[in-house]
């Protein structure tokens, strides 16, 4: 019984290490946020070395890790490597002054749980702090929607999507520079029928060629010595 009372105290309570270089900001975390979490959120250590960071969450057996990602070198990025090789099972969380992209995707992939802008008031924290422990990833949604904006893929390789595996072969072939005889020999139709074949496929590319439809390819990595498409 003694076990699981303790281990209920446990998870009542998130401990923290703020890696932050501003001494008024990391102070002004301790102090606010135990009072803004009635007591489940508490601050157990601090520091402004980048490169203390792991060592710290390690000693402190902390749940989750709050960095700044604009530190003196080693910087934030590396902090949160470090601290997740020392201990996979800590929560990061990074936080930034400005909503940047560039450092959000970073920071994720050094294995950051979630990214928030260091404006964001103590008691807007504690949500987050408590989603991430709970195997939750947090981003601010126009963050988000950046994020994704970028991570969609272009035009042109929509368009190479929406082709059927026959048509990227084709295609394939057309970027080779093969001549409608042998395309008509390859596919086993006759010439006039390959000739229909590539006329509607540059339709379907939005081109009007076969240089520019050797040019997409090469744009979308399909083509001569490559893997390509389908």
């Avoid at 157990?44 to 490169?51: G, H, L, P, R, Y």
């Amino acid at each position: 019984m003694g076990s699981t009372d303790a281990g209920s105290e446990r998870q009542s309570h998130v401990d923290v290490v703020v890696v932050d270089d501003h001494p008024l900001f990391s102070r002004g975390l301790s102090l606010l946020l135990p009072g803004v979490s009635e007591g489940r959120v508490r601050v157990v250590a601090t520091t402004d070395d980048a490169s203390a960071a792991a060592a710290m969450v390690r000693r402190h057996h902390a749940d989750v890790a709050v960095v700044d990602l604009h530190m003196p070198p080693p910087g934030g990025v590396r902090a949160i490597a470090a601290i997740r090789r020392a201990d996979p099972m800590v929560r990061v969380v990074a936080l930034s002054g400005l909503a940047e992209a560039d450092a959000a995707l970073e920071a994720l992939r050094a294995g950051a749980a979630g990214f928030l802008p260091k404006s964001a008031d103590p008691e807007h924290l504690v949500r987050p702090l408590l989603a991430v422990l709970d195997g939750w990833s947090v981003v601010p949604e126009a963050l988000l929607r950046q994020l994704l904006d970028d991570a969609a893929p272009s035009g042109e390789q929509t368009v190479a999507d929406r082709l059927t595996s026959d048509e990227r072969r084709l295609w394939r072939l057309v970027a080779d520079g093969t001549s409608t005889v042998d395309i008509a020999t390859t596919l086993h139709v006759s010439e006039r029928t390959a000739k229909r074949l590539v006329a509607s496929l540059l339709r379907s590319l939005g081109v009007a060629t076969r240089v520019e439809a050797a040019a997409l390819a090469g744009r979308v990595g399909l083509g001569r010595g490559t893997g390509g498409l389908g």
